[in-house]
């Protein structure tokens, strides 16, 4: 398929309350959409790295620059042909995987498109639905936490994830411990601590946690082996995952237990599905990761969460949990099963099937550009 043309947005999206996590506090959203055209097909993308460098290197602004100026030229008017091709045109450009991200991900959407099929099918899935875990950051209270947690279980969420930073660690974890004893917990430090900690992390192991996502530093893989070894609790990489270089390495190294794989933080969905096949063949199980992205965001996130070895209940959000009204259309709703747990459904439609509004996405756009300019 040539590209015929590429508009890129990078928009603010409000958050009905401020996102709380290791490294500060987020009131809005910052996300980068991209729209491919090809043979009268219009397909969306989006990456969500946030405001601030703060969770990866990159950020929002950096990324609609790095895409305007550098990937989106190295790809219109190109023939491309598969995943693989598109990464290829990308390669010699180094890192950025949230820039290329958001194009990877949109050429998916086309090619699914283009085929007519649901995106997860196209990406071999076999499953159109799968349950969600309950998040909670960091709050004002224990009671404020210990009502929201309670409130979840109630919902039926299969499992709970914790934000975990100085000041919200080990009272809050045994607070939460005594008083939910039997239920799924894991905590997400987002790369709060360093391998001098080791002592906290043992006393993390006598909590029964199912995981501890990403304790040490955003691009460390050996000190995380050091950790793993030391404790009993598994380790899941996140942030340090930005690769299926990374992930062999860090699988090869034994720094984890498990991966969590968001398309964003690894370049696509192109890698992400290279490093789920990756872990599937050494044991390693994976859930999918959010960056509370808009639906369009959330729907590939979704068609990903469906291949096999995605065992741990994902981190896919409705658009109500976050957003006032989502930047896209449908929004994301869970459904519960049979059993009244909550899971996430592909829609039946060609693609991702969702798409921003028109008048949502002018609105909260900050920038954009079109290639041919
Ligand atoms: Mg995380």
Redesign the pocket.
Known sequence: MRIEAIDIYHVAMPLIYPWRTAYGEDAAIESVLVCLRSEGLAAWGEAAPFAAPCYSPEWAAGVFHCVRQWLAPALIDQDICSGDALQAHLAHFKGNPFAKAALDTAWWDLEAQRQNLPLHRLLGATRDRVPVGADFGVMDSHDDLLKGIAAAIEDKFPRVKLKFRPGWDLPMLAAVRKQFPDHTFHI?C?SGYRLSDVNLFRAVDEFGLAMI??PLQHDDVLDHAHLQMAIRTPVCL?ETVVSLDRARQAIDLGSCKYV?IKPGRVGGLTPAVAIHDLCREAGIPCWV?GMLESAVGARICAALAMLDNFTYPADIFPSSRFYTEDLADPPLELTPDANGVPHVQVLDAPGTGARPHPERLAKLTLAKASLPG
Do not use: A, I, K, L
């Open positions: 997400d987002n996502e990403q996140d969590n990761g």
